[in-house]
């Protein structure tokens, strides 16, 4: 969706392409919240700029540690380790199942998908709506995350 610019230019009207409005706050997705509205409506294809700031922990430490390493919590990226849906819990339980606890996450309408910790978010083909955003984790399981992450739109 591209706007026009109108310029008057020396008493001449002229039709300048003007760049999308992309003027959303910095989006706060808290992991106990589930998804976040980002107020960002977007199309199959899209590529939106981001920087995503923030931790997040989405099991009680120590519940989940591994000496020298705490594997409960992470950046953006998620914690290394398996995905959501290998841990013997019904994958349909988690908001990605193909990506890693703790890693942002993105939906539009039915379709998820990873994002991780990157400089742009592509969405996937086929798709458009309203970008939502996660902490990926088991739904039903949220009541012990802590922490957030910050996503700003440039």
């Not at 591994?66 to 290998?86: K, L, R, T, W, Y």
């Not at 539009?108 to 939502?132: C, M, R, W």
Request: proline letters at 6%.
């Amino acid at each position: 969706m591209r706007r026009l610019a109108f310029l008057l230019l020396g008493g001449a009207l002229a039709f300048v392409p003007a760049a999308p409005a992309m003027a959303v706050s910095p989006v706060v997705v808290p992991a106990a919240a589930g998804w976040v509205e980002t107020g960002v409506e977007v199309e199959g294809g899209d590529v939106l700029r981001v920087q995503t700031l923030g931790y997040a922990q989405t099991a009680m430490i120590p519940e989940f540690f591994v000496p020298g390493e705490f594997i409960s919590a992470s950046g953006p990226e998620g914690q290394a380790g398996a995905n959501c849906g290998d841990v013997g819990l019904d994958p349909a339980l988690c908001f990605v199942a193909d990506a890693p606890f703790g890693q942002l996450v993105g939906r539009v309408g039915d379709v998820t998908f990873g994002i991780g910790d990157t400089s742009s978010i592509e969405i996937p083909a086929g798709t458009s709506g309203t970008l939502k955003l996660a902490v990926n984790d088991f739904e039903i399981y949220l009541d012990d995350n802590r922490g957030a992450f910050t996503v700003i739109f440039r």
